[in-house]
T-cell receptor
Framework: KAGVTQTPRYLIKTRGQQVTLSCSPISGHRSVSWYQQTPGQGLQFLFEYFSETQRNKGNFPGRFSGRQFSNSRSEMNVSTLELGDSALYLC???FGDGDRYGYTFGSGTRLTVV | QQQVKQSPQSLIVQKGGISIINCAYENTAFDYFPWYQQFPGKGPALLIAIRPDVSEKKEGRFTISFNKSAKQFSLHIMDSQPGDSATYFCAALGGSNYKLTFGKGTLLTVNP
């Protein structure tokens, strides 16, 4: 059974650029959540999508956005990158209803902003 | 406001010893409390989880103890092994949202 796949694994971007990260959930999972992990702030929730609809959003600026496609794959976009956006971005998938507790994480995308 | 507080930040244990990590939460709407294990370069992996209707759950060498009145829960790793060396996160979920609220993590080192 394939796990949660995140691409790319590593990215280096320049301040001011934008970036798009991709997440393919486990087959059958309809919920995809995104988290930012940094040494200082730990794991922080960005947003969660279920059946192409954003159900919940964390306390991040509008530069952070996401979407989910009909096949449950999700993308997140960060515009006008800042140095502080350097982090490990993690995606987690689950069935999203009924068994909403089974969150499986991908290995993440390591974003470095220079 | 940190809704899930985790301690200690780091922990060193000898092989065969017991590792204990503690968490406290504030939001009484939380109804699911998982523990995640993370190795360098990997995403967090679910280790064990508990709901507030039970006080203890054991899976192999890993046990969660839950104290609803104190709003605290802890992870006990029995017979700790060097392969258990990793960062451990407690988390909580519940209410009307679908997000995991994480503790800051504990870096566990098990010396051989």
């Amino acid at each position: 059974k394939a796990g949660v796949t995140q691409t790319p694994r590593y990215l280096i971007k320049t301040r001011g650029q934008q970036v798009t990260l991709s997440c393919s959930p486990i087959s059958g999972h309809r919920s995809v959540s995104w988290y930012q992990q940094t040494p200082g702030q730990g794991l922080q929730f960005l947003f969660e999508y279920f059946s192409e609809t954003q159900r919940n959003k964390g306390n991040f600026p509008g530069r952070f956005s996401g979407r989910q496609f009909s096949n449950s794959r999700s993308e997140m976009n960060v515009s006008t990158l800042e140095l502080g956006d350097s982090a490990l971005y993690l995606c987690a998938s689950s069935f999203g209803d009924g068994d909403r507790y089974g969150y499986t994480f991908g290995s993440g995308t390591r974003l470095t902003v220079v | 406001q940190q809704q899930v507080k985790q301690s200690p930040q780091s922990l060193i244990v000898q092989k065969g010893g017991i590792s204990i990590i503690n968490c406290a939460y504030e939001n009484t709407a939380f109804d699911y409390f998982p523990w995640y294990q993370q190795f360098p370069g990997k995403g967090p992996a679910l280790l064990i989880a508990i709901r507030p209707d039970v006080s203890e759950k054991k899976e192999g060498r890993f046990t969660i103890s839950f104290n609803k009145s104190a709003k605290q829960f802890s992870l006990h790793i029995m017979d700790s092994q060097p392969g258990d060396s990793a960062t451990y996160f407690c988390a909580a979920l519940g209410g009307s949202n679908y997000k995991l609220t994480f503790g800051k993590g504990t870096l566990l080192t098990v010396n051989p």
